[in-house]
C-alpha cells in the first residue's frame, strides 16, 4: 500500500483522471472530496460491502432447466 | 442458427456448445460487475409459469451463480428507484428508455428479504445491465418479503 502524509487542502492524483483531495482533518475524521469521470464507480467501502454481503446471501434456487429449454426453443 | 429444435440437457450436464451459444445471445452484460460475483459479467434472464412473478438470473460465465429477483413495485407499493446520470449512462439508457427492475432475493435465517436500495436495472434494448448502488438508504437492503408478492 502506498502512503503519503497530506495537509489539509493538498491532494494526491491518481492517472491522470481522478484527484483525491483532504477538505478538513478533525479529530475523528477527515473530509475527502474526489473527483473522477462518471465511469469510475466511488462508493463508502461499508456501502459497497453491505451490499456485497447481501447479493452473497441472495438465494440460488433450484436449478430449473425447463425454463432455460423453453427461452430456447424460441425462435 | 435456429435454436427451435435444440435438445436441452435436462440436468446440470455441461451445456453443449449449441446451447451455449444460445445462451450467448440471450445474455445481458453487467460492465461494472455485480458486487460479490466479481467474476461473472453475463447473465441470462429466465422466467417459468412456475416461478413468475420471479425471476432467475444466472451467470453464464466463471464460477455458477445465480439468484432470483423480483420487480421491487410488487414488493413495495410506490416504488420509484432512481437513476444518476452515470446509471443511465452505464445502462446506454436515456430519461424515457423501458427499463426492467428487478430486486435480488436473499434469505437470513428462513426469512426472505428484497433488496430495494440495490436493485438490478437492465436495459432491454441494449442487453445491459447494472446494479445500482445509491449512497443514500431511501430504501432497505432487506426489506421482508411478504406473501403478498
Not at chain 2, 413468475?52 to 420509484?80: C, K, M, T, W
Request: proline share 9%; aromatic share 4%.
Amino acid at each position: 500500500m502506498l502512503v503519503f502524509t497530506r495537509r489539509r487542502q493538498e491532494a494526491i492524483r491518481i492517472g491522470d483522471r481522478i484527484e483525491v483531495r483532504v477538505l478538513r482533518v478533525g479529530r475523528d475524521g477527515v473530509r475527502i472530496g474526489i473527483t473522477a469521470p462518471p465511469d469510475v464507480p466511488v462508493h463508502r467501502e461499508e456501502i459497497y460491502e453491505e451490499i456485497r454481503q447481501a447479493n452473497r446471501a441472495a438465494v440460488a434456487p433450484q436449478v430449473d432447466l425447463t425454463a432455460l429449454a423453453e427461452r430456447l426453443r424460441q425462435p | 442458427m435456429r435454436t427451435a429444435a435444440m435438445p436441452v440437457p435436462v440436468d446440470r450436464q455441461p451445456p453443449t456448445d449449441d446451447v451455449r451459444e444460445g445462451l450467448a445471445r440471450n445474455a445481458v452484460s453487467f460492465p461494472d460487475g455485480i458486487p460479490g460475483f466479481e467474476a461473472c459479467r453475463h447473465f441470462v434472464l429466465l422466467t417459468s409459469d412456475a416461478l413468475a412473478p420471479l425471476q432467475r438470473i444466472e451467470s453464464i460465465e466463471g464460477p455458477p451463480a445465480a439468484f432470483l429477483g423480483i420487480d421491487p413495485r410488487l414488493v413495495l407499493e410506490g416504488y420509484r428507484g432512481s437513476l444518476s446520470a452515470t446509471d443511465l449512462r452505464a445502462l446506454e439508457a436515456d430519461a424515457e428508455t423501458t427499463l426492467l427492475w428487478f430486486a435480488i432475493i436473499s434469505e437470513s435465517e428462513g426469512v426472505l428479504y428484497a433488496n430495494l436500495r440495490a436493485p438490478i436495472v437492465i436495459n432491454p434494448q441494449r442487453m445491459v445491465g447494472r446494479q445500482v448502488l445509491p449512497d443514500d438508504g431511501l430504501y432497505p437492503i432487506r426489506h421482508p418479503l411478504t406473501t403478498k408478492a
